[in-house]
T-cell receptor
Framework: DSGVTQTPKHLITATGQRVTLRCSPR?????VYWYQQSLDQGLQFLIQ???????AKGNILERFSAQQFPDLHSELNLSSLELGDSALYFC??????????????FGPGTRLTVL | GEDVEQSLFLSVREGDSSVINCTYT??????LYWYKQEPGAGLQLLTY?????DMKQDQRLTVLLNKKDKHLSLRIADTQTGDSAIYFC????????????FGSGTQLTVLP
């Protein structure tokens, strides 16, 4: 158990809908990362937050957004869902990207299925 | 941009050593990681190596880094059936954001 929690574990929804994925980082970690794992694209970095502020953006679609709240939990919002958005979404947390060794610990993931 | 490549499949016999290879392109990589993913599970950190090291050993795991060739390998000694999983190599670049760039993963199958 990495200490990172993600809810829900599974999500099944229809095209055009909007969903919210939730992540709670390990105790003491200030940085949260979101990754998408799909069969065709592999593991791709989406977005990073540090202490409530957006730090970096990767291959995140404009239909997707995220935020990190004062209690440091994070939510990833996916809207106007398409079939191709079906994937495993992982959250990872780390203490601080400023540290030399800033290991990321991954949550168990949320499996999103868009029908 | 950064790119990390791995072979897709590896099969070994139980008790043998497994060697999983990875190449990367970002010369500013600071740390390189190996993660393990079992079916239906998240990514479990196995080990990491700093870019100025050549080797790191941790129980049955040995990581070798050839920085000149940008080649990383993970050796698992005395491979067991419980080691069957997908192994991901990842590199952390020199940018301030520190996100990881992952390889495609190597599916390790351990045969009895």
């Amino acid at each position: 158990d990495s200490g990172v929690t993600q809810t829900p574990k599974h999500l099944i929804t229809a095209t055009g809908q909007r969903v919210t994925l939730r992540c709670s980082p390990r105790s003491g970690d200030l940085s949260v990362y979101w990754y998408q794992q799909s069969l065709d694209q592999g593991l791709q970095f989406l977005i990073q937050y540090y202490n409530g502020e957006e730090r970096a953006k990767g291959n995140i679609l404009e239909r997707f957004s995220a935020q990190q709240f004062p209690d440091l939990h994070s939510e990833l919002n996916l809207s106007s869902l398409e079939l191709g958005d079906s994937a495993l979404y992982f959250c990872a947390s780390s203490v601080s990207p400023a540290r030399a060794v800033d290991t990321q610990y991954f949550g168990p993931g949320t499996r999103l299925t868009v029908l | 941009g950064e790119d990390v490549e791995q072979s897709l499949f590896l099969s070994v016999r139980e008790g043998d050593s497994s060697v999983i290879n990875c190449t990367y392109t970002d010369s500013s990589s600071t740390y390189l990681y190996w993660y393990k993913q079992e079916p239906g599970a998240g990514l479990q950190l196995l080990t990491y190596i700093f870019s100025n090291m050549d080797m790191k050993q941790d129980q049955r795991l040995t990581v070798l880094l050839n920085k000149k060739d940008k080649h990383l390998s993970l050796r698992i000694a005395d491979t067991q059936t419980g080691d069957s999983a997908i192994y991901f190599c990842a590199e952390k670049g020199g940018s301030s954001a520190r996100q990881l760039t992952f390889g495609s993963g190597t599916q390790l199958t351990v045969l009895p």
